[in-house]
């Protein structure tokens, strides 16, 4: 699951949030397997879609991460829940996705598939109300 500014995103959710105002991300991830998995690295990758199949991941100076935009996890053990937590920050207005990836130390584990399904995450940055 995944959570921006405490609501849950799924394919067809837009997150309103204010520029200027640290918006809280939280990935959860539940293992399903019968066995432990990790260590591996959870990076969010900020971007704007401009609907004709170009992606601009060039956003330093739209977007900062309140900490880290990796989340490095040792290992998630079976039936578990692993809960990872961050923020964004946006400083203009726009349209904005987020592209979540894994990175695995080991080849030889395997991530539960559905950890390859996560929802697009879509969030409108808006001029603040005065």
Same mark, same amino acid.
């Given at each position: 699951?995944?959570?921006?500014? %405490? ?35 959870? @990076?969010? @990758?900020p971007y ?21 935009? @990796? ?14 937590? %961050? ?19 080991? =080849? ?8 390859? =399904?996560?929802p697009s995450?879509?969030?409108r940055a ?5």
């Amino acid at each position: 699951d995944i959570l921006v500014d %405490g609501k849950l995103c799924d394919c067809d959710v837009v997150v309103d949030c204010q520029v200027g105002d640290p918006v809280p991300l939280e990935v959860k991830l539940t293992n399903w397997s019968k066995h432990s998995v990790g260590p591996f690295a959870l @990076t969010v @990758t900020p971007y704007q879609d401009y609907q004709n199949g170009v992606h601009n991941y060039e956003l330093q100076d739209a977007i900062t991460f309140v900490g880290s935009n @990796t989340f490095y996890i040792d290992s998630v053990k079976p039936t578990k829940d692993s809960v990872y937590f %961050g923020a964004l920050l946006f400083l203009y207005t726009g349209d904005f996705y987020l592209n979540i990836k894994f990175h695995e130390d080991n =080849c030889s584990r395997e991530l539960p598939l559905s950890w390859f =399904c996560l929802p697009s995450v879509h969030i409108r940055a808006m001029e603040p109300v005065a």
